[in-house]
């Protein structure tokens, strides 16, 4: 089964520290979406790529976070410096960018602890 | 005000029983919606899309209302393994840009 990888699965580490999630797409899938979840916000679209071209990142604090697609088989999600707020559950999804078919792949998440 | 907006719930119901689930949304450019569930600690994955004559899927039925911009869910003779959350989406632009809603909560007991 073609699935979204992402690791690492579960991250603690300290404030002040950086921190990076990677994500492998589904071949062949040219959207890549990152997400992050909590349980007062739900899911937050941070950043979507296509093509590899980041389309949108409105939804990311920039002085922290940064997204890139150093390839079409990675996508990383980079925060420096992390913070406790940061804590939250961060998926990656990607979808075959056929417009509005609605269905994204969700990798199973990196579970983020900042202490 | 969020772009889409649930009731968290929860929603406790017996095994059979039908329940509905509601959901607004406020940018009325949205093209297209969905319903995603979510398992405990599992990623979202797609329930159905919602079209707007309205579409069923076995128990589920799904209705969109364009005017009131309003999407529901309604599940039919609801079974324990309907429990979970369930997420309103909303497609506003292309290259599937979602935009979800928090999520209804679902807990059905014996």
């Known amino acids: 089964d073609a699935r979204v990888t992402q690791t690492p699965r579960d991250k603690v580490t300290e404030m002040g520290q950086e921190v990076t999630m990677r994500c492998q797409p589904i071949l062949g899938h040219n959207t890549v979406f990152w997400y992050r979840q909590t349980m007062m916000q739900g899911l937050e679209l941070l950043a979507y790529f296509r093509n590899r071209a980041p389309l949108d990142d409105s939804g990311m604090p920039k002085d922290r976070f940064s997204a890139e697609m150093p390839d079409a088989t990675l996508a990383t999600l980079k925060i420096q410096p992390s913070e406790p707020r940061d804590s939250a559950v961060y998926f990656c999804?990607?979808?075959?960018?056929?417009?509005?078919?609605?269905?994204?792949?969700f990798g199973e998440g990196s579970r983020l602890t900042v202490l | 005000r969020k772009e889409v907006e649930q009731d968290p719930g929860p929603f406790n119901v017996p095994e059979g029983a039908t329940v509905a689930f509601n959901c607004t949304y406020s940018?009325?450019?949205?093209?297209?919606f969905f319903w995603y569930r979510q398992d405990c600690r599992k990623e979202p994955k797609l329930l159905m899309s919602v079209y707007s004559s309205g579409n069923e899927d076995g128990r589920f039925t799904a209705q969109l209302n364009r005017a009131s911009q309003y999407i529901s869910l309604l599940i039919r003779d609801s079974k324990l393994s309907d429990s979970a959350t369930y997420l309103c989406?909303?497609?506003?632009?292309?290259?599937?840009?979602?935009?979800f809603g928090a999520g209804t909560r679902l807990a059905v007991h014996p």
């Open positions: 940018n009325s450019a949205s093209q297209s």
């Open positions: 989406v909303v497609s506003t632009g292309g290259y599937n840009k979602l935009i």
């Open positions: 999804a990607s979808g075959p960018g056929t417009a509005n078919t609605g269905e994204l792949f």
